[in-house]
């Protein structure tokens, strides 16, 4: 359990699919509270493509990937941060959009423009900051049953 936390750098990835212990690196560097639990990801999230994670709290702004080399995935797809922080979805390949699973309640975490199969072009960016701490889950609506999922924990 420890020894995942021990690599270094702002990023860490994981190689279980259940999303590791949410990517603290460890060594402090991040602002992270080393002695926080890990965050308990929802069940839906089990068959997410992919399994990289960052534990990004003590940043203010927060970049995920959306399709980045053309995948079905989100980068990171586990990603923790803390109340207020931005996140920036880059949309890195075409026919990708964000839609909320779950939140809490307050949470504001709306998605994407239009319905479940309107995509945003390649280039562009949804932003949102989010106040509210829990756990937010998302996913690409023309590729969730892929597995293109992703989870924010909101501390």
Not at 7 to 18: H, N, P
Not at 62 to 90: H, K, M, Q
Not at 127 to 139: K, N, P, R
């Amino acid at each position: 359990m420890a020894t995942a936390g021990v690599l270094a750098g702002c990023s860490t990835e994981t190689s279980g699919s259940d999303g590791g212990d949410g990517g603290d690196d460890g060594d402090g560097s991040d602002g992270g509270d080393e002695t926080a639990a890990p965050p308990e990801w929802p069940s839906y999230l089990d068959d997410a493509m992919g399994d990289t994670s960052q534990d990004a709290r003590g940043q203010s702004e927060v970049t995920v990937a959306v399709g980045p080399d053309g995948s079905l995935a989100f980068d990171p797809v586990y990603l923790r941060v803390d109340s207020g922080t931005t996140i920036n979805f880059e949309f890195e390949s075409a026919s990708h959009n964000v839609k909320p699973e779950s939140q809490p309640d307050g949470g504001s975490l709306d998605g994407t423009e239009g319905g479940e199969l309107d995509v945003v072009d390649q280039g562009e960016t949804y932003s949102v900051t989010l106040e509210t701490t829990g756990i937010y889950a998302y996913y690409c609506g023309p590729h969730e049953g892929t597995g293109m999922k992703g989870g924010i924990s909101v501390e």
